[in-house]
């Protein structure tokens, strides 16, 4: 027997907005950023940017000129990623 599913939009939307998910996107955010510190020269600024779109996000900042030569050589930040127990996959459109 079949049961019909209704997908609550409007609760998926505030349970990705709200404050327990905002407190675990900001966790994994410091958990990166220790991660990439360590990877990183002494005294390279790492900043951590909470934000909110659709749901609670955040970003990690390696605020450097030879930063993008670090994740292409060494991977500093999907290493960081993967660290914390993130997957890091190809962005697909």
Do not use: C, N
Request: glycine content about 10%.
């Amino acid at each position: 027997m079949l049961e019909s599913f209704r997908l609550d939009t409007a609760g998926v939307r505030e349970i990705l907005k709200g404050p327990d998910i905002r407190r675990v996107v900001d966790g994994l955010a410091d958990q990166i950023a220790t991660h990439v510190r360590s990877a990183v020269p002494p005294g390279t600024v790492v900043s951590v940017r909470g934000y909110t779109t659709d749901r609670g996000s955040a970003s990690v900042t390696v605020e450097d000129v030879r930063a993008m030569a670090w994740q292409a050589r060494d991977g500093i930040l999907t290493r960081a990623a993967g660290a914390a127990g993130l997957e890091v996959r190809a962005w697909q459109r």
